[in-house]
């Protein structure tokens, strides 16, 4: 068992054998988890992954596939289109003359790409041999990237399911309640938008 798994179990242990917690804990818990979570979300937005591509024919080549070749879905349109903003704002390093062969793709994009280029499909004998020199040249470097954003979302994960936790707890009202409620009527203004005349 995982460290993590053996930490929740014990918890939920310590839980069931002790007093019910405060409620002023479990806000106070709730909040710290929500800020955390919006703070995981911004660094995994901003993250970047390298994916060696060798050269500029197969980086063009998965460029036009996108442009013209690649399935989409009403739930696939939108990751799509952020995969190919992510791949056109590459294309000005891929013509650097001293450029490595290597693309930064933000972490969405990189599950988003590894998508798209296992469901790649085509006809004939050229394009077979384009997607295998593809998956040879750049596959083992998009597995790892896949599996580098995978690993470095898990905690994001992991605050996610303490969120739920914590929410089906507040909702039980297995708690002690030691926090006064707020007993003001919201005025009509806040119920209606007011009409305003000029």
Request: hydrophobic share 35%.
């Amino acid at each position: 068992m995982s460290n993590t798994k053996e930490m929740e179990a014990t918890e939920m242990e310590a839980t069931a054998v002790n007093e019910p917690r405060l409620k002023s804990e479990l806000l106070a818990e709730q909040k710290e988890l929500f800020e955390l979570n919006e703070s995981l979300l911004k660094e995994m937005q901003e993250r970047e992954y390298t994916v060696d591509l060798k050269t500029k024919k197969i980086f063009d080549g998965l460029l036009k596939f996108l442009e013209k070749d690649a399935p989409w879905g009403h739930t696939t349109a939108t990751g799509l289109i952020m995969l190919y903003h992510n791949l056109r704002e590459q294309k000005e390093v891929t013509k650097d003359k001293e450029w490595d062969g290597s693309i930064k793709l933000r972490s969405a994009n990189v599950t988003i790409m590894w998508s798209m280029v296992t469901k790649m499909t085509g006809k004939g004998f050229y394009e077979a041999k384009s997607f295998v020199e593809l998956m040879a040249v750049c596959g083992e470097s998009l597995s790892k990237a896949v599996q580098a954003a995978h690993n470095d979302n898990a905690k994001l994960r992991e605050n996610h399911h303490r969120l739920s936790q914590l929410d089906d707890l507040l909702a039980s009202g297995n708690y002690v309640n030691d926090v006064a409620e707020e007993t003001s009527s919201p005025s009509i203004a806040d119920e209606v938008d007011p009409v305003i005349e000029a």
